[in-house]
């Protein structure tokens, strides 16, 4: 098994930065890609972006630009910097990990990030 826990978000201005962390333990070795997700209220969950072990992100189109995935070489921590926060960036988001991002084995709990003056 896999755990995840990711850091907690908060509320944060419109303009302004925030940047999560997810921490990997248990089982890491099951683990070739870290990922982000989030849920906004009434919408599908949606990927933001994902990171190979050897530190090669890929990022959907719509969210390129303002988010930035790294991690920590190994396969225990993945980060997701965002910048230029918005109101629709609010979401409950989610760290996940496995062998594929689009479906991973593995989800931490979620951590809300809510962008408002």
């Known amino acids: 098994q896999v755990q995840l826990v990711e850091s907690e978000g908060g509320l944060v201005q419109p303009g302004g930065s925030l940047r999560l962390s997810c921490g990997a333990s248990?089982?890491?070795?099951?683990?070739?890609?870290m990922g982000w997700y989030r849920q906004a209220p009434g919408k599908q969950r949606e990927l933001i972006a994902s990171i190979n072990n050897d530190g090669s992100p890929t990022y959907v189109d719509s969210m390129k630009g303002r988010f930035t995935i790294s991690n920590d070489g190994a396969r225990n921590t993945a980060y997701l910097q965002m910048n230029s926060l918005k109101p629709e960036d609010t979401a409950v988001y989610f760290c996940a990990a496995g062998q594929d991002i689009n479906d991973p084995g593995y989800w931490g709990q979620g951590t809300q990030v809510t962008v408002s003056s």
């Open positions: 248990g089982n890491i070795l099951r683990i070739k890609v």
